[in-house]
């Protein structure tokens, strides 16, 4: 989609004015970021469709390596690799897709914060590594979850009652 949409080799007007996904994602994330500091009291610009900095103060820009799309990738894939009715795999993809997509706003938006303060994340590690951090934490807690989801009450009790009896 990002060689499709890109003016360069294989580019295609159709899908960079139609199906331009990541153009989409871009926009939100830089958009809710705005909203998110202006809501803690920071005025903030968006310059461009890749830009976004607190007024007087530095700015980010959010590049490919900034989207998150390979986690939202790694989320779909495995909802849809799995078992479930449609609507279930809709909403869980929904959903997760919403939980990502937050995290990544929250990241824009403190790097900012940081960034202008002259501070840096915990630990001295670098923000991107911080998302995926919490982002495949969040992931896997959700994978937990749709996994149980699809049990029912006695099917969970029959699996205690199992690792019960093979302690034994």
Not at 43 to 64: C, E, F, M, R, W
Not at 95 to 124: D, E, Y
Not at 135 to 162: C, E, M, Q
Request: hydrophobic share 50%; with cysteine; proline share 2%.
């Amino acid at each position: 989609m990002i060689g499709l949409s890109a003016p360069a080799k294989y580019y295609s007007s159709f899908i960079d004015h139609y199906l331009n996904y990541v153009s989409w994602l871009r926009a939100s994330l830089l958009h809710a970021s705005k909203m998110l500091l202006e809501l803690f009291g920071y005025n903030a610009t968006q310059s461009n469709q890749y830009h976004l900095k607190i007024n007087g103060g530095a700015g980010v820009s959010i590049v490919y390596s900034c989207l998150g799309y390979g986690v939202m990738s790694f989320w779909i894939a495995f909802i849809v690799a799995n078992k479930g009715p449609l609507v279930k795999k809709i909403l869980w993809i929904s959903g997760g897709l919403f939980c990502i997509w937050a995290i990544n706003v929250t990241r824009i938006s403190l790097l900012l914060i940081t960034t202008n303060k002259h501070s840096t994340f915990p630990f001295g590690v670098n923000h991107h590594l911080w998302f995926n951090i919490i982002a495949y934490v969040l992931i896997f807690i959700l994978i937990w979850l749709y996994d149980r989801s699809g049990k029912t009450p006695a099917s969970l009790n029959n699996h205690k009652g199992l690792l019960k009896a093979a302690d034994q």
